[in-house]
């Protein structure tokens, strides 16, 4: 599949980037170079958190098919809010879950307003 890349030059120094800060990633890199080359031209954003949180990256793209319904993502969120002892951790938390979700690209994109309200 051939994937649009829209700033080569910076698909590739974000790569390169990716790749001095992760050297024990690359294999995972190669095997997902144009989907991983399309991300990171699309958004510095989101090619900064992945460098940050390659774990993010590659958990995406492996479920860069899956279908995600707002009930599971709002399950999936209570989970993580539950482990938080403080408003503050919480808060943190549902920042890095957005992160981790926005980080798929393609057509899934969250709609923060269609997962009801966790306790």
Do not use: W
């Amino acid at each position: 599949m051939n994937y649009f890349i829209p700033d080569p030059d910076r698909a590739s120094k974000n790569i390169e980037t990716f790749l001095s800060g992760n050297p024990d990633r690359a294999g995972e890199l190669t095997a997902n170079t144009e989907k991983v080359s399309m991300l990171f031209s699309h958004s510095q954003f989101l090619a900064n958190y992945c460098i940050k949180n390659p774990d993010a990256l590659f958990s995406a793209l492996k479920n860069l098919n899956a279908v995600f319904a707002s009930e599971d993502l709002g399950s999936e969120l209570d989970e993580l809010l539950k482990k938080c002892s403080s408003l503050k951790e919480g808060m943190s938390a549902v920042r890095i879950f957005k992160k981790n979700k926005a980080c798929t690209p393609g057509e899934y994109r969250i709609n923060f307003s269609g997962i009801k309200k966790v306790s």
